[in-house]
């Protein structure tokens, strides 16, 4: 892998940042003049995201948070998701991210300067195998090709499906294919079968593959998940700009919990370009309120322990990340006590160990 190599480049454009950081001016309660976000995208090159931050974007939270002040909100969503996110992290272009975990955990372990503000929720995995492949569930894929984009959250989420049904990665030959590529081999018959997002279900309405996984089976331990992250220079300038924007977060966490406004969410998401029947498949059937629980809690904190000890043993880090250090728990939780939401979600406890 190339891994080591991009980590040093990395390490070291964050550390020439940090050191252009050093030389500017001391902290001020003056609002920022730009306030740059970044999301992950689905690879279809549209200016909207998925999640809490394009609600907080399409809704105006954000923006009301800085109503009546010069400041100017930008937001892009990559297509190249996690790797051309920590990049754009490193080269002092965003200031608030949202990207899934095992990125974030690369990023952080190569030097990236970030801490936690908000989980932004987590996303159903689906397995898909091809047609003709009498597969009914993991343990049916012991020996076949297997697709999934290594480095990122989806890499953990399969460890996690294979392990509930007593498998290990060596059990598979495992592929390491975009989400693109998967739709191509699975319709080529090079895989026997791939895990993804709710993009790969447009190749079971064209009749090539069958669904035989969805982590809607084993809730959020097994689901994508990640974070919303500040970097330390923003956070440390503008600190009641941080605040504002968690505050924005939340109100978007709490909007998109409501069953009545559940259809005009998917109809947002469906702006990223993912279809608006693969969004459904997502979400229905489960409390979007469960879902988007903005709070960096013990629940969160375990998942990120789980999938940074996955992260080492694939050999794509290798230094510690100091946990306590990089969750920002207190942004969110301030939010809440604001808006008198402190019980609406619960403080979930740490996940049990695999």
Do not use: C
Request: aromatic share 10%; hydrophobic share 45%; net charge positive.
């Amino acid at each position: 892998m190339k891994s080591w190599k991009w980590l040093g480049m990395l390490a070291l454009a964050a550390a020439a940042a940090a050191n252009a950081q050093a030389q500017q001016p001391a902290a001020t309660q003056q609002p920022p003049q730009v306030i740059r976000f970044g999301a992950f995208g689905q690879g279809f090159g549209q200016p909207y995201g998925l999640a809490i931050l394009a609600i907080a974007h399409v809704k105006g939270f954000i923006e009301e948070e800085f109503k009546g002040t010069p400041v100017k909100l930008t937001f892009e969503y990559f297509t190249g998701t996690g790797p051309a996110i920590n990049e754009a992290i490193a080269n002092g272009r965003l200031d608030f991210a949202q990207y899934g975990s095992l990125p974030n955990i690369i990023g952080k372990a190569g030097g990236l300067p970030t801490r936690i503000i908000a989980s932004y929720g987590y996303s159903t995995v689906f397995a898909v195998a091809r047609k003709d492949l009498p597969a009914t569930s993991f343990k049916d894929l012991k020996g076949k090709k297997v697709a999934v984009a290594k480095g990122t959250v989806l890499h953990w989420a399969l460890l996690k499906a294979l392990q509930e049904n007593g498998l290990t990665l060596r059990d598979i030959t495992l592929v390491d294919l975009k989400t693109g590529d998967q739709l191509a081999a699975l319709t080529a018959g090079s895989i026997d079968a791939a895990i993804g997002t709710s993009s790969l279900l447009t190749l079971r309405d064209q009749g090539v593959a069958k669904v035989f996984y969805s982590s809607k089976e084993l809730g959020a331990k097994a689901s994508g998940f990640g974070a919303i992250t500040v970097t330390e220079a923003f956070e440390k300038q503008y600190p009641q700009a941080t605040q504002k924007v968690a505050d924005a977060l939340v109100k978007a966490a709490y909007w998109v919990s409501q069953e009545s406004n559940r259809e005009e969410a998917y109809r947002i998401w469906a702006k990223s370009g993912v279809p608006y029947e693969a969004i459904k498949d997502d979400f229905d059937g489960v409390p979007l309120k469960d879902v988007h629980n903005p709070r960096v809690d013990d629940f969160l904190v375990s998942q990120y322990r789980d999938a940074i000890e996955f992260t080492r043993e694939q050999k794509l880090i290798r230094s510690d990340i100091d946990l306590q250090q990089w969750a920002a728990p207190s942004y969110v939780e301030q939010a809440l006590r604001s808006q008198n939401l402190q019980t609406y979600w619960a403080t979930r406890p740490a996940a049990a160990a695999h």
